[in-house]
């Protein structure tokens, strides 16, 4: 799963105490294993080997440039939401005929911009999105590459309401009945060549069965269309799969593939996968202090120098991040990580930040070894949408990045200063 493992007692991520990180560079501080992220990559790519699939590393996940170049460096494409993110995927050396760029609301420079760094494929979301790719393309003298974001109306129902992104009342992506007259009606652009069908069904999908159901969907689809006389040469099913924020609780890649590749065998279509979270979720962890224990009726709190400014998925998705003290006694090494954990002596706590809102809890009546103030506590598979999420609220830092790479660690993003909170504030100038 990763490289986050106690010994005697002690948490380490790879060959570097947690502990040791925390009385170097402070508290809070996110942690990612290097190891961690090529073993899930590797994983994936050794999966589907047989499609030879374009796998495109969703940045939004966690997009630092150190992790991006690492995943880059492996032969990763990117699959980028955004004209920072392409420009992260310039910066970072990655291939960007191997780059996908999706969302809702493209601007005008972020398409141009994308355009002159020779990205892959536009994820076109809607018919006027479409038409202005190929207006500016045409304007260039350039000709972009179009994948259409078609909405299967399938979804994982374990999947959270806010990233549920297949069904028809999305804001993403067409209607699968309206992609045929899509085609009808661009099929045939010289500037923007529509030749692909994109899929996106959400985040997390914890079975492989959404994804048979979407892809069915896709290849009839794609059927029609070449009976028809368009070119579909490429499919991209997306991202979504699943991190284990619980032990075993997420379906191994072998699992995902030998659901879909029999589906994709001699369609001759090129695949593009957009893995995000199954990549790094697990690479990365959210490790602070305890400040505080207070009583309040029948509750016991923990106050932590971390939150929902650091880490938004609790107070946001109501998800549930694994929590462990970073040093324990021997009774109380987890040998798994779930919600309910059955060992002697523990305590029950709601773990909460220092952020002005009700919201900011971390855990709700979690049961946990005895708290004190100064104790490390360490949450795990925080790696995706942790620190990408993160926030100024409340004139907060957002805590440094550190890369383990075997015994060695390196601050990838130091920790920000109250004086780069306000730097873009210093200067008043006149519109």
Not at 243 to 270: C, W
Not at 301 to 329: C, N
Not at 357 to 379: I, N, Q
């Amino acid at each position: 799963m990763d490289f986050f493992q106690y010994r005697d007692g002690q948490l380490f991520c790879e060959d570097v105490a947690v502990d040791d990180i925390m009385a170097k560079v402070g508290s809070p501080v996110y942690i990612y294993s290097k190891a961690t992220f090529e073993r899930h990559y590797d994983a994936l790519v050794e999966a589907f080997a047989e499609l030879d699939p374009i796998i495109c590393y969703s940045i939004k996940s966690c997009g630092n440039l150190n992790i991006v170049k690492l995943l880059a460096d492996r032969g990763s494409g990117m699959d980028a939401v955004s004209g920072g993110e392409v420009y992260r995927a310039q910066l970072a050396g990655a291939d960007m005929s191997k780059v996908v760029y999706a969302g809702v609301g493209k601007t005008d420079p972020e398409i141009e911009a994308s355009i002159e760094a020779g990205i892959g494929w536009f994820n076109i979301e809607s018919e006027a999105e479409f038409e202005n790719i190929a207006a500016i393309a045409e304007h260039m003298g350039k000709t972009a590459n179009g994948a259409l974001r078609v909405n299967p109306d399938v979804y994982d129902a374990k999947t959270h309401a806010k990233t549920t992104t297949g069904k028809k009342e999305t804001k993403f992506g067409v209607d699968i009945e309206r992609a045929k007259r899509f085609f009808q009606s661009y099929g045939h652009n010289k500037h923007c060549r529509l030749t692909a069908i994109h899929l996106h069904i959400g985040s997390p999908i914890y079975s492989p069965d959404p994804y048979v159901q979407a892809i069915t969907k896709a290849l009839e689809l794609i059927d029609g269309l070449r009976a028809e006389g368009y070119t579909v040469d490429t499919i991209d099913i997306g991202g979504g799969y699943a991190a284990d924020y619980e032990s075993g609780k997420s379906p191994a890649y072998t699992a995902y593939a030998e659901a879909i590749v029999p589906l994709l065998r001699g369609k001759d279509l090129q695949l593009i996968i957009e893995p995000g979270r199954t990549i790094s979720g697990n690479a990365g962890v959210l490790a602070c202090k305890v400040s505080y224990i207070k009583t309040g009726g029948s509750k016991t709190f923990a106050i932590v120098d971390t939150g929902m400014h650091h880490l938004i998925r609790p107070s946001f998705y109501e998800g549930f991040h694994f929590a462990w003290p970073t040093k324990v006694s021997a009774e109380h090494v987890p040998d798994k990580r779930a919600k309910e954990m059955d060992l002697p002596g523990l305590k029950t706590y709601d773990v909460v930040g220092p952020i002005c809102e009700t919201s900011d809890t971390l855990a709700h009546g979690r049961a946990l070894p005895p708290l004190k103030r100064g104790v490390g506590l360490c949450f795990f598979t925080a790696g995706a949408y942790g620190m990408v999420m993160a926030s100024n609220y409340n004139t907060m830092q957002r805590p440094p990045e550190i890369l383990v790479d075997g015994a060695n660690a390196t601050v990838i993003r130091r920790r920000e200063t109250y004086d780069d909170l306000v730097e873009q504030e210093r200067e008043v100038t006149a519109v």
